[in-house]
């Protein structure tokens, strides 16, 4: 990709993709190139057979300021579908993000405000910089977060989400790890090596059973545990146990030797 294309994606030899917001001037706010390029991406890396994680990051100072002002002042001159249109493409770049089959991890410093709040709780993972700041500043343009509440609920909780979005003040990266909205704070000079630990334990991981148990994690959160989903979890974890996957993971336990999947 060229460097002012306003997403970049390259992916190493391990399945590995770095994947960053590439605004900087505006802080990677985000705008209609930006929300399609990342629909493009996502689209792109889920049709990699070797991937293995996607690491996310934003350009610059700050992980994603949310909106770009002069976008969304934009869409106020366009017709009622274009306006809808780039509503649903936002929903679909956040749910693209959450529903990735691979693991996510989000590295987050500076500001994280709006939509860049939705990006980290869509992650698998966040980790974010001890003096990162956090907000969801919609309301005090008199707009609302729409597009990432059902997310927001999910992760943090309606009663947290709610006083956040509703109030659009600032919160600390200590206030976000105990929400559960991230889970690691270091400094912001510690978080590539941060975010490397965490790539390399899901490296270790055979890489079948993290598709699968994300897959089984975001069905356990919206499914009943209903007959007919009983009888599902059974016939995975059996399914599982007779894998080749699962072959090669208990022989290299038994043999002391990391298994084939692992290049470390």
């Not at 693991?103 to 500001?111: D, E, R, T």
């Not at 992760?155 to 919160?171: K, S, V």
Request: hydrophobic letters at 50%; charged letters at 25%; glycine letters at 8%.
């Amino acid at each position: 990709m060229l460097s002012n294309d306003p997403v970049l994606c390259d992916i190493d030899k391990r399945g590995v993709a770095a994947v960053t917001l590439n605004r900087p001037r505006v802080n990677n706010a985000y705008d209609g190139a930006l929300i399609d390029a990342l629909i493009r991406v996502f689209a792109r890396l889920a049709a990699e057979t070797a991937l293995r994680i996607v690491v996310l990051r934003g350009a610059g100072r700050h992980f994603q300021a949310g909106a770009d002002l002069a976008f969304l002042d934009h869409l106020r001159g366009v017709s009622e579908e274009e306006n809808r249109e780039f509503s649903r493409r936002t929903v679909a770049a956040i749910r693209g993000l959450q529903r990735f089959p691979r693991p996510v991890i989000a590295l987050i410093q500076g500001g994280c405000f709006g939509g860049g709040v939705g990006i980290a709780a869509a992650a698998d993972i966040a980790v974010a910089a001890e003096d990162a700041v956090f907000a969801l500043t919609e309301v005090r343009w008199g707009i609302t977060p729409a597009p990432i509440i059902p997310l927001l609920v999910e992760r943090i909780g309606a009663r947290a989400a709610g006083r956040l979005a509703l109030t659009g003040e600032r919160f600390d990266a200590a206030t976000a790890r105990r929400l559960g909205l991230v889970h690691e704070l270091c400094s912001a000079a510690e978080l590539e090596t941060v975010g490397a630990r965490f790539v390399d334990d899901l490296l270790r991981a055979g890489p079948e059973a993290v598709a699968i148990t994300k897959r089984l994690i975001a069905e356990a959160a919206e499914t009943p545990f209903t007959p007919a989903f009983h009888d599902r979890i059974v016939e995975e974890a059996a399914l599982r146990r007779r894998s080749p996957e699962a072959a090669e993971g208990l022989a290299s336990f038994r043999e002391k030797r990391p298994p084939r999947w692992w290049g470390g």
